[in-house]
């Protein structure tokens, strides 16, 4: 089913054609079949769903994005708590269910499409009650969490301008621990860095695989991102990114070997040494600050020295949770 484009969506979100934007409603006894390709995986737990609710903190004055709002378990109580509910779902279908439940709730906005294509300010600027969503609560699928990370948060170069004050996120656990681990830690690497450099990052609680109709192959957790300014941040973000795919290019190696083609051994050791390190360190064992006062004297140094190698281009997020 089409609906109404921004410009064309009157009071109270009536239907049209085409277009992709929806105000719709589901009918709870439906039997909605999962699909593979979308990574579909309906959260049947009360009590998770609940604690999800309760980690979003809401505000009578709120906007929510809601990404993926699947059967719409979730999108109910969010409605509930705040002011404003913008839920996106890249399944048509989908789509033309939840208009059986929630069309007529007039704080509630569907949008179809891929969340990843969609420029959501654009499409919101003329609809004042839902422009600018400041809290993202969603159960994401688990194969596109790095790209929706990077869309959510931006990147060590070039960060959101227009950061949300809270994220919360039903991911995959071993992506939580990635991504809430500190140095020195088997969890910690680039990622942990690249979203911290731009977010507090919590752990809150896990959910099991039988949380979940069909279950997945793997148990769950929810965590909660807080962007903010970075504490510590680096004189050249660009050059930092690419320093760090060449620290944590092979785990096991030290930094000196894995940086070698960038700055001499010897120098890279004295560096380190004057970061509290030693100069058999690995690229797991700093921290934040560690690194971005790295990534600043080693350009230094290979400013000085230009026979040096730059570091090669980072890749982006979605690498690092293959």
């Known amino acids: 089913m ?3 484009t921004p410009p064309e969506l ?21 039997v909605i079949k999962t699909k593979k390709q979308f990574g579909q995986h309906w959260l049947r737990s009360e009590k998770a769903l609940a ?3 309760t980690s979003a903190q809401l505000q009578p004055t709120d906007r929510v994005l809601e990404i993926g709002p699947g059967t719409g378990i979730l999108t109910r109580p969010l409605i509930d708590g705040s002011a404003a509910v913008v839920a996106v779902e890249v ?51 688990y194969n596109i969490t790095g790209p929706i990370l990077e869309k959510l948060l931006g990147t060590i170069s070039n960060p959101n301008p227009n950061p949300f004050e809270s994220i919360v996120l039903l991911v995959q656990k071993e992506v939580a621990l990635r991504l809430c681990a500190n140095a020195n830690n088997s969890n910690y690497g680039a990622l942990s860095i690249r979203v911290q450099y731009l977010a507090d990052c919590e752990f809150l609680f896990d959910v099991p695989a039988k949380s979940f109709q069909p279950p997945p192959k793997v148990d769950s957790a929810v965590i909660r991102i807080k962007p903010r300014p ?19 290019s092979s785990r096991r190696k030290m930094l000196r070997n894995n940086l070698k083609s960038t700055i001499s051994s010897e120098e890279l050791s004295q560096l380190l040494e004057d970061l509290g390190q030693t100069g058999q360190a690995r690229a797991e064992q700093l921290n934040i600050a560690q690194w971005t006062a790295l990534s600043d004297r080693v350009k230094a140094y290979v400013k000085d020295h230009p026979q040096e190698n730059l570091p090669p281009e980072p890749e982006d997020l979605a690498v690092d949770l293959d």
Do not use: W
């Not at 009650?129 to 609560?137: G, I, L, R």
């Not at 970075?230 to 050059?239: I, N, S």
């Open 2 to 4: 089409n609906c109404l």
């Open 10 to 30: 009157g009071a109270g979100g009536r239907f049209g054609r085409d277009s992709n934007l929806i105000h719709k409603r589901i009918n709870r006894s439906t």
């Open 51 to 53: 604690k999800i609710v």
């Open 91 to 141: 399944d048509r279908t989908l789509c033309e269910l939840l208009a059986k439940k929630l069309g007529k709730v007039e704080k509630f906005l569907l949008l179809q499409g891929d969340f990843l294509s969609m420029d959501l300010d654009d499409m919101l600027k003329d609809l004042p009650n839902f422009a600018n969503p400041k809290k993202v609560v969603a159960n994401i699928p």
């Open 230 to 248: 970075t504490p510590t941040p680096a004189q050249d973000p660009q050059y930092f990114e690419r320093l760090l795919r060449m620290g944590f």
